[in-house]
Each structure stands twice: as structure tokens, then as C-alpha cells.
């Protein structure tokens, strides 16, 4: 596609129950970032995968957040156990490779979570 | 604090220029990026600079960075009552493929 597409646009959960956030980058990118944005917050990183090396999950806030992306193609973001803190909008973002060069970050319009 | 941050508000007048600051921590940043993302959308790249530059110029928008002070402003002349949205700077440090956002600038702009 043109750009980055995430689905859904909107999920509106109860609290308790599992999640799943897709993302479809920008074709050719080796480089895929989850990022969280809470209501008046900035970006919060999540993951980052590149290429075929083993993501770097130091931004997952819990056990409950995990990610997969299969070669450079979709990337699934995973909550389980939802909880009300979890609500947020999830952006992704994808770009051509992650290491040096300016590596402009092409983002999806992002899936606004809601946890009641 | 924050290694990133920015003012959360900066409101002007249509046809004024805006000027959003914006301080980051690490001296090893390479690249400083500005994007914009208006109600509903995703980031938009609006430019970047390299470490090793000092101004950059595209249109209505100027960077300036001090790179010894540790900032970074974007100025957007002319300003339109379509620049109103909210304005991210952000920073990739070296050795790190990962940006790092400041919580973002809500740029309002009136009649």
C-alpha cells in the first residue's frame, strides 16, 4: 500500500479481555516501531524490530504486551488481560532501515484503544 | 526530567510567526526531526537536521539548533489557521535506531 495501515481504528474493550493490533508497513521497510500515545502524553516507545534480528522489547510496560512481525511484512501487537490504563491511541511506524541515514519514520494513523 | 521536552501550548495570531522550542539531554543526538500530526491522524515528517548543521531552511519552515545548548526550535512563518495541530520533536541519538518524542507542542492558531 501507500503508506503504513493499522487496524482496527478503533477498539473499545472490557477490561480483562486480550487485544490484538495489526499494523501493515510501508513495503520494503525493514524497520517496524510500536509506539503508545496516552491522552496529553508524548510518544512512548514500545518495540522495534528490524530485519530479521531479534526485536528490542525494552520499551513493553508489562508481561502482557508482546509483538510479532513475520519477516518485513505485518506486525500483530498483543495486550492481554486489558486492564483501564491500557487505553491509549497505538501508532506504528515503519521506515526503510533503522540504522544510520536520516531514516524517516513513516506512522500509521494509529488504533485508539478504549478499555472499559 | 523528560530527555525530550517541549512546551505543551504556543497559540498565535494567523499571519504571525510561531516559533515551538524544544531541549533534548543526549550530546551523542545525530538527527532532530519535527512532525506534525493533526486531530484523528497519524505523524507527519515535517523535517529534520543533522547534528552537524546549524539551519535549515524549507519553505515556510526554518530549524535552528545549538547544538552546545542542547536546542532545537522550529519557526514556521506566515503562520496559517491550517498549521494548527500538535508539533513533535524528536531525537535519535548515536548508536540507537530508535526516535525519542518529546510529549508534543499544541500549536492554536486564530483569526
Redesign the interface.
Known amino acids: 500500500g501507500a503508506g503504513?495501515s493499522q487496524s482496527p481504528s478503533n477498539k473499545v474493550t472490557e477490561k480483562g479481555k486480550d487485544v490484538e493490533l495489526r499494523c501493515d508497513p510501508i513495503s520494503g521497510h525493514t524497520?517496524l516501531?510500536w509506539?503508545r500515545q496516552r491522552l496529553?502524553?508524548?510518544?512512548e516507545?514500545l518495540i522495534?524490530f528490524?530485519g530479521n534480528s531479534a526485536p528490542?522489547k525494552s520499551g513493553l510496560p508489562s508481561d502482557r504486551f508482546s509483538a510479532e512481525r513475520t519477516g518485513e511484512s505485518v506486525s500483530t501487537l498483543t495486550i492481554q488481560r486489558t486492564q483501564q490504563e491500557d487505553s491509549a491511541v497505538y501508532?506504528c511506524?515503519s521506515s526503510y532501515s533503522?540504522?544510520g541515514g536520516?531514516?524517516?519514520?513513516?506512522?500509521?494513523?494509529?488504533t485508539r484503544l478504549t478499555v472499559v | 526530567g523528560e530527555d525530550v521536552e517541549q512546551s505543551l501550548f504556543l497559540s498565535v495570531r494567523e499571519g504571525d510567526s510561531s516559533v515551538i522550542n524544544c531541549t533534548y539531554t543526549d550530546s551523542s543526538s545525530t538527527y532532530l526531526y519535527w512532525y506534525k500530526q493533526e486531530p484523528g491522524a497519524g505523524l507527519q515528517l515535517l523535517t529534520y537536521i543533522f547534528s552537524n548543521m546549524d539551519m535549515k531552511q524549507d519553505q515556510r519552515l526554518t530549524v535552528l539548533l545549538n547544538k552546545k545548548d542542547k536546542h532545537l526550535s522550529l519557526r514556521i512563518a506566515d503562520t496559517q489557521t491550517g498549521d494548527s495541530a500538535i508539533y513533535f520533536c524528536a531525537e535519535k541519538r548515536g548508536g540507537s535506531y530508535i526516535p525519542t518524542f518529546g510529549r508534543g507542542t499544541s500549536l492554536i492558531v486564530h483569526p
Open positions: 503504513v524497520a516501531y509506539y496529553g502524553q508524548g510518544l516507545f522495534y528490524q528490542d501508532l511506524a533503522g540504522t536520516s531514516t524517516e519514520a513513516f506512522f500509521g494513523q494509529g
